[in-house]
């Protein structure tokens, strides 16, 4: 992945792509999990924080609390 690809560990690529991301956007309820936030989920077969590339190990994805159908 191009971000790990640039020198970003696992867990500075994710937080980049989610909060940093929101926070760029000027976005205040997004990009974190937090009570009253909007949230939506990918539920990974493997953790990314061992490989990054385990985030293409989909296995659901939840929009607004509701799971998307396959």
């Given amino acids: 992945m ?3 690809d640039a020198g970003l560990t696992p867990m500075q690529a994710l937080l980049s792509a989610t909060g940093g991301a ?3 956007l000027g976005l205040e ?3 974190t999990l937090e ?3 909007w949230a ?3 539920v990974l077969a493997a ?3 061992e490989d990054i ?3 293409r190990s989909l296995e659901s994805v939840w929009i ?3 799971r998307v159908a396959d």
């Fill in 2 to 4: 191009m971000v790990a």
């Fill in 22 to 24: 929101a926070a760029a």
């Fill in 29 to 31: 309820d997004v990009g």
């Fill in 35 to 37: 009570p009253g936030k």
């Fill in 40 to 42: 939506d989920l990918l």
């Fill in 47 to 49: 953790d990314p924080l």
């Fill in 53 to 55: 590339t385990h985030t």
């Fill in 64 to 66: 607004a609390g509701n």
